[in-house]
């Protein structure tokens, strides 16, 4: 799960801005060879290399805890990898801002094969077999999707969302995105008849509602993956340390270093107040019932963040990240903050039907 989350980054940062498309010109220019193109700089042979080493190390490591010989997880630690550079090469001949070259597909390659080398090393070390203890010691077994959501959680965070921690409010985006597609069709006034979803100002109740929620239920997906008791309480303070962590450097980011407590409003305090009560007596909660508590808030979360209004803080925050400042990383986080509670929510389900280990 971790190594098909960060191929999505890679892709991602491959074809960004994903617009633009157009054929190669001169149209025969593609052919299974790549261009070598001149004049790369220290830094693009350095990113190049470095970006790929974390999935080669990611994929074999998957492998050997598979079970895979030390030769074949070698292999599938170069071979995908480099399969996913070459074809995002070759991609990028239809996007004009990109320029494929053959030397980064080599330094791609070269990085994966690098990682899964340091992978097979870690092994020979012990390493693994240690990391296997400790997992095997903390966590409940095949719970590689928990792990991966909670480590993305915090890149969600960095999107400034509607109210602190209120992540997936999606429905206004596709209601706008819907009406461009229906730009001068017969469809187009059925849906400005009436408000698809009406923003309202929320009472303090509900504003606080939907800030425990979005805080509640990463500590709810910890849980529902680890083994109960008191060794949960670290978990669970790395869930709250991440969460704070991620939405002060995104306020951070806009306002400037003094700015990065000023989103703990008197709603948020009141939140974060109840979330360690709730985080302490979740300790020796059974990881089922964790993932069934955790499906129902998050659900109550997206229910009433779809009405927030933008506040003062998140309409500036728009607007310094769509205007350019972050755009490498405004899409990626925009995107993981819209999807993160969906997917969650597809984990607890899938997390409460398996029942207990």
Known sequence: ??????????????LHPFAGWQAPKPPGLIGWGLPRPGGLGRFDVVSNFFAYLPLGALIATGCLRDGANR????????????ALSYGLEQAQHFLPPRVPSVIDWQLNTAGAAA?????????????????????????????????????LWPVALLFPPPLPFGLGQVLSRLHATAMGWLEGTAWAGWLRAGD????????????????LAGLLSPCLLACSITRPGWLRALPLAGVLLLG??????????NF???????????SVGAALGLVLGLALLSL?????????????????????????????????SLQAWEGGRFIRLHGLAQWIGWLWPYAALAFFLRRFARGEA
């Open 115 to 151: 990682g899964a080398l340091l992978t097979l090393a870690a092994q020979a070390g012990g390493a693994l077999a240690a990391w296997q203890r400790w997992r095997t010691r903390w966590l409940l077994p095949g719970q590689g999707g928990g792990i991966t959501l909670l480590l």
């Open 1 to 14: 799960m971790l190594a098909a989350a960060f191929a999505g980054l890679i892709v991602y940062a491959s």
């Open 256 to 266: 400037g270093p003094e700015s990065a407590l000023d989103w703990i409003t008197p």
């Open 244 to 253: 704070v962590g991620a939405t002060m450097l995104s306020t951070a980011l």
């Open 71 to 82: 030769t074949l997880a070698w292999a599938l630690g170069v071979l995908v990898p480099g």
């Open 284 to 316: 020796w909660l059974p990881g089922r019932a964790a993932a069934g508590l955790g499906f129902l808030v998050i659900l109550t979360g997206l229910t009433f963040v779809q009405a927030a209004p933008a506040d003062p803080y998140h309409a500036a």
């Open 196 to 211: 698809f979803m009406p923003t309202l100002a929320l009472a303090p109740g509900i504003e606080r509602l939907v800030i």
